[in-house]
């Protein structure tokens, strides 16, 4: 595609529930970032995926947050019995093959609140 | 671990006058990339610097890298309303594939 695309862009949910986001990269890009930007905040990183393997999942903030990624493609982050601490703009980022010296893309983003 | 400082973490200023904000490292950086988020929207890469002492401009924007790669700045000459937005620096971290984020500097004009 023409670029990075999220979806849904914005998710309301009650605590305690599953909610999942979805990313889908720039086409032929191997490497795909999650990041997590809470109100006014810098970006957090979460995971990163080479492919379909995620060789970095240091980010992930507990265990309720997963990921994966499929077909070297789309990707989607999914959190589990979401907490209001949960609340924040999960944004995704792909490059072309990862190097830190490349440019990431980023997606608009999915502005998740948690009730 | 590794840590890029930026400051001032918000500047308000009157369009017409100029904008620096600075980004520091506590490591060497092998490059740094800077990034624009408007409001509401999403980070949108500006410029990359790879050399030590480099400058680059573009238009009213000036980005340098120091001499020993851990510190960088980004200068606005005359802002203009449409410069408003946060503005983010990142270097590599520890690894191949991650770039470390400083905490960007939020820039907001009076019209």
């Known amino acids: 595609g023409a670029g990075v695309s999220q979806s849904p862009s914005n998710k309301v949910t009650e605590k305690g529930k599953d909610v999942e986001l979805r990313c889908d990269p720039i086409s032929g890009h191997t490497a795909l970032y999650w990041y997590r930007q809470s109100l006014g905040q810098g970006l957090e990183f979460l995971i990163y995926f080479q492919g379909n393997s995620a060789p970095d999942k240091s980010g992930l903030p507990s265990d309720r947050f997963s990921a994966e990624r499929t077909g070297g493609s789309v990707s989607t982050l999914t959190i589990q019995r979401t907490q209001q601490e949960d609340s924040a703009v999960y944004l995704c980022a792909s490059s072309p093959t990862g190097i830190a010296f490349e440019t990431q893309y980023f997606g608009p983003g999915t502005r998740l609140l948690v009730l | 671990g590794q840590q890029v400082m930026q400051i001032p973490q918000y500047q308000h200023v009157q369009e017409g006058e100029d904008f620096t904000t600075y980004c520091n490292s506590s490591?060497?950086?092998?490059?740094i990339q800077w990034y624009k988020q408007r409001p509401g929207g999403h980070p949108v890469f500006l410029i990359q610097l790879v050399k030590s002492g480099e400058v680059k401009k573009q238009k009213r924007l000036t980005f340098q890298f120091g001499e020993a790669k851990k510190n960088s700045s980004l200068h606005i000459t005359a802002t203009q309303t449409t410069d408003v937005g946060t503005y983010f620096c990142?270097?590599?971290?520890?690894?191949?594939?991650?770039?470390?984020f400083g905490s960007g500097t939020r820039l907001l004009v009076r019209p």
């Open positions: 990142a270097g590599p971290g520890d690894s191949s594939y991650k770039l470390i």
């Open positions: 490591t060497t950086l092998s490059n």
